[in-house]
């Protein structure tokens, strides 16, 4: 089983930037799959970015190019840097564990068995 508590959320003006982290508790934070999801007021659980164990990558299409997900074993924490904020990128940011190998379901929020509690980014226009 893993913790998650994420940090560096915040308020921040449209054109500016913020730098999520989630710290994982247990020994085997390396193995997992990590993601970020957000979720905005009157809203559905949205997929952001995922890294795989290996370092594979993914992104929502309205974040390519603006943030990047990244990991630090050594330091069991998953980071998720964000440039070019906009307003519609105002959410309540969660990031999630999983265990299991496999890229084909790292969008799909149901995969993930664990979760932070979630840090609230707020863009202003």
């Known amino acids: 089983q893993v913790q998650l508590v994420e940090s560096g959320g915040g308020l921040v003006q449209a054109g500016g930037s913020l730098r999520l982290s989630c710290a994982a508790s247990?020994?085997?934070?390396?193995?997992?799959?990590m993601g970020w999801f957000r979720q905005a007021p009157g809203k559905e659980r949205e997929f952001v970015a995922a890294?795989?164990?290996?370092?594979?990558?993914y992104y929502v299409d309205s974040v390519k190019g603006r943030f990047t997900i990244s990991r630090d074993n050594a330091a069991n924490t998953v980071a998720l840097q964000m440039n070019s904020l906009k307003p519609e990128d105002t959410a309540v940011y969660c990031c999630?564990?999983?265990?299991?190998?496999?890229?084909?379901?790292?969008?799909?929020?149901?995969?993930?068995?664990?979760w932070g509690q979630g840090t609230q980014v707020t863009v202003s226009s």
């Open positions: 890294i795989t164990r290996g370092g594979s990558t």
């Open positions: 247990g020994r085997t934070f390396s193995s997992y799959t």
């Open positions: 999630a564990a999983e265990l299991r190998y496999g890229i084909s379901w790292v969008q799909r929020p149901n995969e993930y068995p664990y």
